[in-house]
């Protein structure tokens, strides 16, 4: 029998000093890094580039049960059929270089975390709530075992169960496949989600017993755990 872990998915305490100091470059001065606060990855749904994404979505045009569901499956099946995961390395010839929507979207590529801003950022912009939106970071363990540093979006459904919404998949799970948040976190289950810090464009929280509040000390700390390991 599976053992159940239960998380406070969208946040247990907000965390503070949210500039991240080493994610941006300043472009023709490679060696000039531009602290930027976490938050703004999540795209403002009046950004043109984000509208011109949902303008071309066919959503459902009421508000009827089911139809904010239908909403983040659509985005959801977006960004996975156009962007394709890329390390860092590879698209950005950077060890951990954040890409803001926009740019994710012209590229068409991305890592982990510039897969799941974008899609954070077009679930906000198809009209769903702040409150049910959030982007999360943490370990993901992989179906070997092997434990790697992850960042994944989260959507509150109309049935107010919080549901994992894996950017980097190649393909959209059919809907009665659409992951449980809880589901996923199971102490026994193989791939498993352990949430440690999540956003919106509003707030950075904790998510269950932290030894800091601090973004950045959490971001340095989460680094030095990833190092020997692979990250997503």
């Known amino acids: 029998m599976q053992k159940e872990t239960f998380y406070e998915w969208p946040g247990s305490q907000i965390m503070r000093r949210t500039a991240i100091p080493s ?22 749904s009046d950004s043109q580039e984000i509208r011109l994404v949902i303008a071309d979505l ?10 904010f569901d239908q909403r983040a499956r659509l985005v959801w099946q977006f960004v996975i059929e156009h962007v394709k995961y890329c390390p860092d390395e590879i ?22 975390e510039d ?39 989260i959507y509150k459904d109309e049935n107010g169960g919080w549901r994992i919404l894996e950017s980097t998949l190649e393909k959209l799970p059919d809907e009665y496949e659409w992951p449980w ?33 601090d973004v950045t000390v959490y971001l340095a700390s989460r680094k030095r755990r990833m ?6």
């Open 58 to 67: 066919d959503f459902p045009t009421g508000k009827e049960l089911g139809e």
């Open 115 to 153: 897969c799941a801003f974008l899609l954070a950022s077009l679930l906000l912009a198809s009209g769903i709530s702040p409150f049910c939106v959030r982007v999360v970071f943490g370990t993901l363990t992989q179906e070997d075992g092997s434990p790697v540093a992850h960042a994944w979006p």
């Open 227 to 232: 190092r020997s390991r692979t990250r997503c």
């Open 23 to 44: 994610k941006r470059r300043v472009i023709g001065n490679e060696d000039v890094l531009i602290p930027t606060d976490l938050r703004e990855w999540i795209t403002s």
């Open 91 to 112: 698209a950005q010839r950077k060890l951990d270089f954040w890409q803001f929507p926009a740019e994710t979207l012209a590229l068409g590529k991305g890592d982990c």
């Open 181 to 213: 948040a809880d589901y996923l976190a199971r102490l026994n289950s193989l791939p498993r989600y352990r949430p440690e810090m999540c956003l919106n464009r509003d707030h950075v929280w904790a998510i269950g017993p932290r030894r800091t509040q």
